[in-house]
């Protein structure tokens, strides 16, 4: 099982649309977990990051659901401007060197 | 703040050459790294940096030296240049997790390398 597994699209969906994404990691161990969107040809940035009880960030949500080792991202009323590839990043063990970056799910909003 | 920066933006080398990636922060940030990003790959770390005059090597360091004489520089050398080396090359630095602070990159802007 890859470390860090995410499907990788793309997801085509009109404006106003809720969609969802899922990211399985294969550590239990992982400690720490993130979204980060990346625009084409562009560096990867931020979205959020994954607290064990969810959260919220505007239009954005995130899950983790460590008895069965996914991270989940929730977008509501999807904008044209979502459309990007997004990043599932986990933190295998506490350490700097240990991030895993997934491969990416493409986002594609269209009007 | 200019954040992080790299340079050149795009390069073309040929087989065997040499040269070297820079980057600069400009935020204090004592965590630095080095990723490559290729079609299907994701990214992969290449060789990391927890402080100046520290470094150590990631997933993929074969081909590729690094050096941290500062905390604001990290530069990236390519020893000789091999066509598998083509790719989208970022350098990121990060807060010091010592403090409590995140995990949180930030990326640079990138630089496309072609090897021919």
């Known amino acids: 099982r890859k470390e860090v597994e995410q499907d990788p699209g793309p997801f085509n969906v009109p404006e106003g649309a809720t969609v969802a994404f899922n990211c399985t990691y294969s550590?239990?161990?992982?400690?720490?977990f993130f979204w980060y969107r990346q625009d084409c040809r562009k560096e990867p940035k931020l979205l959020m990051s994954v607290y064990s009880s969810g959260n919220e960030d505007g239009r954005f949500t995130a899950q983790l659901n460590r008895a069965s080792q996914y991270i989940s991202l929730l977008i509501r009323d999807s904008k044209l401007s979502d459309s990007a590839t997004y990043l599932c990043v986990v933190n295998a063990r506490s350490g700097y060197s240990t991030l895993t970056f997934g491969k990416g799910t493409m986002l594609l909003v269209s009007p | 703040n200019a954040g992080v920066t790299q340079t050149p933006k795009f390069q073309v080398l040929k087989t065997g050459q040499s040269m070297t990636l820079q980057c600069a922060q400009d935020m204090n940030h004592e965590y630095m790294s080095w990723y490559r990003q290729d079609p299907g790959m994701g990214l992969r770390l290449i060789h990391y940096s927890v402080g100046a005059g520290i470094t150590d090597q990631g997933e993929v360091p074969n081909g590729y030296n690094v050096s941290r004489s500062t905390t604001e520089d990290f530069p990236l050398r390519l020893l000789s240049a091999a066509p598998s080396q083509t790719s989208v090359y970022f350098c990121?630095?990060?807060?010091?997790?010592?403090?409590?602070?995140?995990?949180?990159?930030?990326f640079g802007p990138g630089t496309r390398l072609t090897v021919t």
């Open positions: 990121a630095s990060s807060y010091d997790p010592r403090t409590g602070a995140s995990y949180e990159q930030y």
């Open positions: 550590n239990s161990a992982s400690q720490s």
